[in-house]
């Protein structure tokens, strides 16, 4: 059985071809061109003829990560404002053809996980992707949780400080995504730092000011991560994104505080572990998740 997966991001569209065992037989990249028509869609779908025309077999179905919140039946994105015209209920498998399943980006490298990489095996798991912003996802008794609306795992926008006059881009104040995501460090550093990158890179050459700013950061995520805990005692705490690249730079300081913040029952502590995949997180994920709606068929 072959699945393609396809992952629409703002920049590229990635595309692979799996079989059953989660192993990469192919993969492909293209331009996406957000360029304000629906050019992209045409992209898209050059992608899966080519996947197809590679693997000169049938094809089980297709799985597409994208951005923004799917419908009830994981058809099509049902919401995204102001981004990728023509998106939004657009069926897929009447246009490529396949049966196909669409999910959310960051539900995608849940799926990644769940699937065939860290988290494989477990049956209650917590993902957030630290990059730009702070997406995330729920596994709860081994099914992807979506919730209503299919939203459920926006946890950047879990609110650390109701009474903080920055708001994320839902209104919500003093959010996660605030306090770590890559599209505020200018603002939180005061202009000192463009990134997380720059950032840590000071903060390893021991600059007081990058310091500061890191570790508040970092405390910030372990409150937010004790409390998903203290909510949903999950097995496995998964770390994916840009931001998980800073190594030790990110998880020593981490597990120091947790070990100030995390409540552990009977000394029960709660792993937290970086994402095995990273670029194609996306398209995997979303394969997986379409693999495992077709055996359910």
């Known amino acids: 059985m072959h699945i393609i997966g396809i992952d629409l991001g703002g920049t590229n569209v990635k595309g692979i071809v799996i079989d059953e065992t989660g192993t990469i037989l192919k993969q492909h990249y293209v ?20 996947l197809k025309s ?12 994208a951005p923004g ?3 009830e039946h994981n058809s099509c994105i049902a919401f995204l404002p102001n981004r990728l015209n023509g998106l939004e209920n657009f069926i897929w498998t009447h246009y490529l053809g ?9 539900h995608s ?10 988290a494989k095996g477990y049956k209650n798991v917590v993902l957030l992707t630290l990059g730009t912003g702070i997406g995330g996802g729920l596994l709860i008794n081994g099914q992807l949780y979506q919730g209503l609306n299919q939203m459920a795992g926006h ?16 209104g919500m104040p003093g959010s996660l995504e605030y306090a770590i995501g890559n599209y505020s460090v200018a603002k939180r550093s005061k202009g000192r730092f463009e990134s ?7 903060y390893r050459k021991g600059d007081a000011w990058a310091t500061l700013v890191w570790l508040t950061s970092l405390q910030k995520l372990a409150v937010a991560l004790s409390s998903l805990i203290n909510a949903f005692s999950p097995e496995l705490i998964v770390l994916a994104g840009g931001i998980t690249f800073a190594d030790g730079a990110l998880f020593e300081p981490l597990k120091q ?19 095995h995949f990273g670029d194609m997180a996306g398209a995997i994920g979303a394969a997986g998740f379409a693999l495992s709606k077709i055996k359910n068929l």
């Open 31 to 50: 331009a996406t061109q957000d360029t304000g028509d629906t050019t992209w869609r045409v992209n898209v779908l050059e992608m899966v003829l080519y």
């Open 98 to 106: 396949e049966k196909s399943f669409v999910l959310n980006d960051a």
């Open 54 to 65: 590679w693997l000169q077999g049938p094809v089980a179905a297709i799985g597409m990560s």
């Open 155 to 170: 946890l950047g926008h879990f609110s650390l400080n109701a009474t903080d006059d920055e708001v994320s881009i839902i």
């Open 69 to 71: 919140l799917p419908d």
């Open 257 to 275: 505080y947790m070990d100030l913040y995390e409540w552990r029952p009977g000394g029960k502590q709660t792993p937290i572990v970086q994402a």
């Open 109 to 118: 490298a849940l799926m990644a996980e769940a699937a065939f990489g860290v």
């Open 196 to 202: 997380t990158w720059e950032l840590v890179e000071a």
